[in-house]
């Protein structure tokens, strides 16, 4: 008891108080609050809520400005998004994810020599994404016209000044980019000189990505003066980017540079509007993405975690990071087997998964005296009344059932990574980028969009970037066979949008950018609400912990580079003495910094007052506007 006691008293000394100081303010706001990754972004948000916009409209301003500005993404990418409506009181779900595109097969990869898809270039691409999503929200969710909401992005489209986190960027991977000709035309702008892409503060100008939206607005005002009703006519500017002139160009130029993608790809393809998955954790619903998302597994942990005493244990003291990575873990090793398209079969177990008996019979598999480096993906298929059918799959990666203490233990030479720490801390983060934004008529939006990130390849005179997502499939069926790649198949991705309730109206609307760590940082920023009393802003800013002990989502295309590294553990730089010291006896290898988050990004719904409250990471330059 002595023991403990000690371990939650170093804890509290780096608890962020009630009405401590934060780098940066809260956001306070009556009307409607706007949040994005760049100040320009949230701006345009702003913007559009001051031309009578809601939340909806507001959010696919702000999706359309930061792919502009290649925040960590760009208008070939995807986008995974929740949507509460207050006419229904229910969270929706908007799936944009793009699809594996025509050839793209095992056996067309591995013929190449790859064990994954690889990470760059056109054959990394699925079909677009982001720009179907943010029409199809817009026309059914929406008030405004796409006009109204492309004006901002076209506005920086025709020239706006670069910061120096993108144009270091480029220059960074500016050999990459020569090697693609549409790209170098428009990042390189100042070929030949020593620094060959734009200065922080150049005006930067997107001929190409401007005459696209230009041919977007186009076929909604013309279909506005043939009489068509709103949404119609945003859904015409959707067919002329799927199926008409913008098409046939993105896959004339994706295919000069030796991509895969077809006409009949994109035209295809469709945004799926979806039943978001939820569990309760002490009385507040938490809604995620379905299984093609990596958010179910923050959905595990809650339900692991809410068998426990968290707020005993202390903020981050020994016991409870320790307890944090062993749910973590247990839920990650699940989601590396299990999750993938849903409308491909194998059917994946998610009954089972999101069950709170699994979750129990999970929880009992924490040791607390030492990490468990051995931990595998356990058997949910009991728990929704079926048989595993992978359960000889599992024995020959060398699983063995072990009842007594956890369900499979998976031997040391499948545990080596031959990556290094640094080259894999590098994959685990990626970013990306978060919108948020909620509006008094009780609109709320989570989104999490990505992919066509520098350095992207641009299809042809477009100006669109193309998604490297395909990265996230796998090709050896041993590893996930839920998530193996296929022709018109959504890979299994890292991007997930969160939203919480309770009572019945919205709590949390909440999201981060940073590939695998995402649903690390989100469960602790809502463990920080829910737990430990700490507001949106307290909560973003505070020490994170992340956990390397799980199959990389993204990154090289050799096994070894994505393996996971057992007891591994990121540590924010404030960590005590004394807390170290007990990880490391518990066989955990530390290594620490002053980020141990994504920025996080987020509001809170203040009901007692009827305002909401902003929260955004000091980490990054992620930005927020309310009123």
């Not at 100040?39 to 559009?48: C, E, R, S």
């Not at 509460?84 to 699809?99: F, H, R, S």
Request: proline fraction near 6%.
């Amino acid at each position: 008891m002595k023991r403990i006691l000690t371990l939650c008293l170093a804890a509290f000394t780096i608890l962020p108080a009630v009405g401590q100081q934060t780098q940066k303010p809260v956001l306070h706001g009556k009307n409607w609050m706007a949040i994005t990754g760049k100040p320009l972004a949230a701006t345009a948000g702003a913007m559009t809520f001051q031309k009578g916009g809601n939340a909806v409209d507001a959010a696919c301003a702000m999706l359309a400005a930061t792919c502009t500005m290649w925040d960590v993404l760009s208008w070939g990418g995807e986008t995974q998004a929740l949507i509460y409506n207050p006419n229904t009181k229910k969270v929706i779900a908007i799936n944009a994810l793009g699809v594996a595109p025509t050839g793209a097969t095992p056996k067309f990869f591995k013929s190449k020599g790859y064990n994954f898809p690889p990470e760059n270039g056109p054959l990394a691409a699925t079909t677009p994404g982001t720009a179907g999503g943010l029409m199809h929200m817009l026309a059914n969710y929406g008030t405004l016209s796409l006009e109204q909401v492309l004006a901002p992005a076209m506005e920086m489209a025709a020239g706006y000044p670069m910061e120096a986190q993108t144009a270091n960027s480029i220059e960074k991977n500016k050999e990459l980019i020569k090697q693609w000709p549409y790209s170098k035309k428009v990042f390189l702008t100042h070929p030949g000189e020593k620094r060959e892409a734009p200065e922080a503060g150049e005006i930067f100008v997107q001929e190409d990505l401007l005459q696209t939206l230009t041919k977007l607005v186009e076929a909604e005002r013309a279909a506005l003066k043939a009489g068509k009703s709103r949404k119609e006519a945003i859904m015409a500017a959707y067919d002329r980017f799927y199926k008409g002139d913008i098409a046939e160009e993105f896959v004339r130029g994706s295919k000069e540079q030796g991509g895969l993608i077809t006409m009949q790809d994109l035209a295809k393809w469709k945004p799926i509007e979806e039943e978001p998955l939820m569990v309760n954790y002490k009385g507040v619903e938490v809604y995620k993405m379905q299984q093609w998302t990596q958010g179910p597994v923050m959905l595990q942990a809650l339900n692991i975690l809410e068998n426990l005493d968290l707020k005993s244990m202390g903020y981050n003291s020994t016991r409870y990071i320790h307890t944090l990575y062993q749910a973590m873990s247990l839920s990650f090793a699940d989601r590396d087997f299990y999750y993938g398209d849903p409308y491909f079969k194998p059917e994946e177990p998610m009954k089972g998964l999101l069950s709170k008996a699994y979750a129990k019979q999970r929880a009992s598999l924490i040791q607390y005296d030492k990490n468990d480096a051995n931990i595998g993906p356990g058997d949910p298929y009991p728990f929704e009344g079926r048989k595993n059918p992978y359960l000889k799959l599992l024995k020959e990666r060398g699983y063995e059932p072990d009842t007594t203490r956890r369900n499979f233990a998976p031997t040391h030479d499948q545990r080596n990574n031959g990556s290094s720490i640094e080259e894999y801390q590098d994959r685990l983060w990626r970013g990306t980028t978060t919108v948020e934004a909620a509006d008094k008529e009780g609109w709320v939006v989570s989104i999490t969009p990505s992919g066509g990130w520098l350095p992207a390849v641009i299809a042809g005179n477009t100006g669109i970037g193309m998604s490297q997502r395909m990265q996230s499939f796998v090709l050896d069926p041993s590893l996930n066979p839920y998530n193996v790649v296929e022709p018109g198949k959504r890979p299994r991705v890292t991007l997930t949008p969160s939203m919480a309730l309770k009572d019945g109206k919205p709590y949390l609307s909440f999201a981060v950018q940073g590939g695998d760590t995402q649903d690390q940082n989100l469960l602790q920023f809502f463990l920080n609400t829910v737990e430990f009393g700490m507001n949106v802003q307290q909560a973003a800013e505070a020490a994170n912990i992340n956990t390397n002990q799980l199959w990389l989502s993204l990154g090289g295309t050799k096994t070894d580079d994505r393996k996971p590294k057992p007891g591994h553990i990121l540590l924010h730089e404030s960590t005590p003495e004394s807390v170290r010291n007990e990880l490391k006896k518990m066989g955990y290898t530390l290594s620490f910094g002053d980020r141990t988050s994504g920025p996080i990004n987020a509001i809170f719904f203040d009901w007692k007052h009827n305002s909401f409250w902003g929260g955004s990471s000091n980490h990054g330059e992620d930005y927020g506007i309310g009123w």
